[in-house]
């Protein structure tokens, strides 16, 4: 079995951003630590914070904190109310929203402030899924305009059958949404609204792993896509593989589909933005232990003798390290022990 890992696979910038200042406040020991909704989108690793005595809580618990409790805002960000509502209790807090994200918080409450300057109506276009918790923060950004969440180019064309001319249209985008997708909604709607603005909010990390994930699957016979159910960019990278080969979507190293992975196939692995290194490192392992137990000695010894440029029927040089009743062990210098 040939495995192949994506280079751009595991925690992106803002969420091990995040976790490293979780971790600080963790080590500290000072206050009891709550979530404000899961940190990432990682059931293993929420689970692990859980053990460690991390609290996950939603908003309707805010008011029933511990006098030393410090609140952690996840990386995808919070509606603004409830920030407000943080502050106005005077609630301590580290907002680990990903700075992509927050990029985008900026450009709605500034291109909506010089609309009331110019007076013009500006009417916001954002491509996501309409209850994930990052588009909910981003929608309640805009105080004053109408904000339309799209989930592709379909619900575009519908909105646009509907939407009024007077106004100025600017369209956004989740950070882990489809690339191709918003390509083809900015294709769509240059032809159909007059002037409208563009701001690319997918993260660039989003774009190289979507791309690093299609040419895995084109050298692949199956891919394994590592990473949470919930979590939207890994659910984009599944998508994207499928289009390709066929595509396998697993939390963790005991979901690996055992029986479906042959000596002979090519297995590209990628993993999702939220996706902890161990647990990568972890399925890596696993499958090398599954390409192992498929191989027969005699196999596993032609591999390390052509991993060490040595060929059967080659006379070598050895070290005896163990002498039996019916076999003695040779250290050949390479991966298995010669017998």
Request: charged share 25%.
């Amino acid at each position: 079995m040939k495995i192949l890992l994506s280079e751009h696979a595991g925690f992106c910038f803002g969420v091990r951003r995040a976790v490293e200042l979780l971790e600080k406040e963790i080590g500290r020991g000072e206050q009891e630590i709550f979530t404000l909704g899961h940190i990432i989108h990682n059931e293993d690793f929420n689970e692990s914070l859980a053990r460690r005595g991390v609290k996950n809580i939603e908003v309707e618990d805010l008011d029933s904190l511990p006098e030393n409790a410090l609140v952690f805002v996840r990386t995808h960000g919070i509606p603004l109310p409830v920030i407000e509502k943080l502050e106005r209790q005077g609630i301590s807090y580290v907002d680990a929203t990903c700075p992509f994200v927050k990029k985008i918080h900026s450009i709605v409450r500034e291109e909506e402030e010089k609309a009331l300057v110019s007076g013009k109506n500006v009417s916001f276009i954002l491509l996501g899924d309409s209850n994930h918790p990052e588009v909910l923060g981003i929608v309640s950004c805009a105080k004053h305009s109408p904000v339309t969440v799209i989930s592709g180019l379909d619900e575009l064309k519908k909105y646009a059958s509907e939407a009024s001319c007077d106004a100025e249209h600017i369209f956004l985008s989740q950070t882990t949404h489809s690339v191709s997708e918003w390509k083809k909604c900015c294709s769509y709607a240059k032809e159909v609204f007059s002037n409208p603005v563009f701001y690319d909010t997918i993260c660039n990390v989003t774009e190289i792993r979507q791309k690093d994930v299609r040419v895995i699957a084109e050298q692949s016979d199956l891919v394994v896509i590592v990473g949470g159910m919930t979590s939207s960019n890994t659910k984009k990278l599944v998508s994207v593989s499928r289009e390709i080969c066929e595509t396998v979507h697993i939390r963790n190293a005991q979901e690996l589909p055992r029986k479906r992975l042959k000596k002979n196939m090519t297995v590209g692995v990628s993993a999702g933005a939220s996706t902890p290194d161990s647990v990568i490192k972890e399925v890596i392992e696993t499958m090398s232990e599954i390409k192992n137990d498929e191989m027969s000695f005699e196999e596993m010894l032609e591999e390390s003798l052509k991993n060490s440029k040595k060929r059967v029927g080659e006379e070598v040089t050895g070290i005896v390290t163990s002498v039996f009743s019916n076999e003695v062990h040779v250290d050949l210098g390479t991966k298995h022990t010669g017998i």
